[in-house]
């Protein structure tokens, strides 16, 4: 995120100036970078610079799986896993926009007030709580048989728990494998439950269907300047602790994004 320095002859939606948030694959970590025009998106007048460059990786995945993929609908139950860290948070918020019922579960009590704070309608800490226990209460409590749309940053056992949540005709959001274990979901109970398994890799829309990509950040970032979504920024560290932010991530740290900021204006908050 940053203030347009210079621009090409051939470019013709930016001017030197332009407030814009971006996203590359490498060399980020720098005061200046140079992009093509199609990876930089404005930011709406009263957005914070530093929030939106935040928006787009997490808060994009989320959207293209959840709105485009899954096409979630008002009153669906969606199940968010791992839903503290930065994809898992806009999951929730994005759910809530679409008027979903979201199921968030997340570790420790910090995270699950912060969960509560930003609109989940049931929070489990497996910390302590039994996650298939708790969401079959919470299910029988609200009337409903059970889980629509399964997003899954996590991976392991508690992708296979989920599982048993799923209704009939429910689709699975393969995020990533935080867990560092790949489940295995098997193609015959698929087959039997008619379940939809979609594989979500935000950065090869850019190659596949980059005007799907697009479209997704531009409503994402009309969605921030309309107060629809907020981005939890966890912690900021300047460019020299850029250790530090990694450590903040390894020992799980986080709630919400973890931001490197350039210049005198980046303050540490541990």
């Known amino acids: 995120m940053h203030v347009t320095h210079a ?22 970590f720098a005061d200046f970078i140079v992009a093509e025009e199609k990876q930089l998106f404005l930011v709406p007048d009263g957005c914070d610079l530093v929030t939106a460059g935040a928006l787009p990786v997490a808060f994009g995945t989320s959207h293209l799986a959840l709105v485009h993929r899954a096409q979630l609908k008002a009153g ?10 930065g994809v898992g948070a806009s999951a929730v918020q994005i759910g809530k926009v679409c008027g979903a019922v979201v199921i968030a579960v997340a570790r420790g009590a910090e995270k699950s007030d912060y969960l509560k704070s930003i609109g989940a309608d049931h929070v489990i800490d497996s910390s302590k709580d039994n996650v298939i226990e708790s969401a079959k209460s919470f299910l029988k409590a609200r009337g409903l048989k059970g889980v629509d749309v399964l997003y899954d940053p996590v991976g392991g056992k508690l992708t296979q728990d989920s599982l048993k949540l799923l209704n009939w005709g429910a689709q699975i959001l393969v995020i990533g494998f935080a867990s560092g274990d790949v489940p295995v979901i098997r193609a015959n109970i698929a087959l039997v439950k008619n379940w939809t398994v979609h594989g979500l890799y935000w950065g090869s829309y850019l ?11 531009n409503e994402l970032l009309s969605w921030l300047s309309k107060g629809l979504i907020t981005v939890q920024i966890s912690h900021c560290y300047r460019l020299v602790e850029v250790h530090l932010a990694f450590s903040a991530l390894r020992d799980r740290k986080a709630v919400g994004k973890v931001m490197i900021v350039m210049g005198s204006s980046a303050v540490p908050r541990l």
Not at 7 to 28: A, N, Q
Not at 207 to 217: A, E, M, Y
């Open 7 to 28: 621009v090409g002859p051939s470019v013709r939606g930016l001017r030197p100036g332009d407030r814009v948030c971006s996203f590359t694959g490498l060399g980020s």
């Open 76 to 85: 669906q139950v969606l199940l968010v896993l791992g839903a503290a860290g």
């Open 207 to 217: 190659t596949h269907r980059p005007q799907v990509l697009i479209d997704s950040l």
